[in-house]
């Protein structure tokens, strides 16, 4: 019985991308309790945490069995930092470990990780090569699959040689981002040069994941058969939808029932100091129903999750929700 989920997954894969500030524990629960997506990813965890924020790892890295295969995504750029994050990871039992070669945030670029290794083979190799040796060294209950999630390169001969690059270590996966870094997270994918690579990269056995703009189940498959992909990652046309894992579009009351489960799950997960970092989903949530702008006006100004289920019990009874809490929006 192999312990790589990789190669058990039925095709196509469709799981839940990594969102760095979205996809943490309340997030995730949230999801699976709507729709289970194949597999799902933390939000990046920066391979230096252990060193300067150890407080901060801890948290990133919790999560429960029902979340089963999860992958935890590493970022970073100081490759003796990796070993040590590897090995913590491992130990709290994660499926599998992704290295972010990808992000094109200013604040990780600028410190030569995630989306500025592309094409830095010297320093990628590193990496990677501190990544393998930490994880063959905790094999006690199994080598854990390994994989890395990129994005396609400047040219198709930069492309090209980043993939050759990548597909000689003994890698999983691979999940490919089709915009170049420069396009941050909008404009166009490009599918064409997905099917390029998933021919590079499946030449080498290794697994190749496709992702970028997917709005469906349906779309996801469509992409995976049109250009070679094993699965897709959904990013985010998931926020404020778990639903899109499901064929079935939610009522009113499902959606309210999800706002007031992730407003209680933030707040045993995060305390009334990180409640915060919830209140962003009830803006996507709150959308396209009867009464969802003022029902979000007023969520959007909540601090405690006293207040937000006094917000939902007044929305329930049909209540003005907006005059009770003095806000300008109709
Ligand atoms: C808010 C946000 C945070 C993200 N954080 C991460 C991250 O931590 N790690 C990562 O590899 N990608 C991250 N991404 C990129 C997504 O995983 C995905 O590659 C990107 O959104 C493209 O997919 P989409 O078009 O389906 O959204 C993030 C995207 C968003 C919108």
Known sequence: MTNNFWKILRKPIIGLAPMDGITDWPTRQIQISVAKPDVIFTEFIGAEFMI???????????????????????????????????????????????????????SIMHRGAGAALIGNFHDTAEIIGNILRSIDENKSRGKIPFSVKTRINKDRDMTAKWFEFLTEFPLDAIIIHGRKPHQGLTGDVDWKELEFVSEIIRSKNILCIGNGGITSLEHGRDMCEKHNLDGVLIGQAALGNPWIFRETKPEVAE???????????????????????????????????????????????TKTLQEVMSILSMFDCGANVCESLECTEN
């Open 52 to 106: 300067n924020k150890p407080e901060k790892l801890k948290r990133k890295i919790s999560f429960s069995e029902n979340e089963r295969p999860i992958v935890a995504q590493i970022v970073g750029y100081m490759p003796d930092a990796f070993a040590t994050t590897v090995k913590k990871i491992i130990e709290a039992g994660f499926d599998g470990i992704d290295l972010n070669l990808g992000c094109p945030a200013r």
């Open 255 to 301: 959606i309210l029932h999800i706002i007031k489960k992730h407003a209680e799950l933030a707040w045993e997960f995060y305390g009334q100091r990180g409640f915060p970092s919830v209140i962003k989903h009830f803006k996507w949530y709150c959308k396209n129903f009867s009464g969802s702008k003022k029902l979000r006006a007023a969520l959007l100004k």
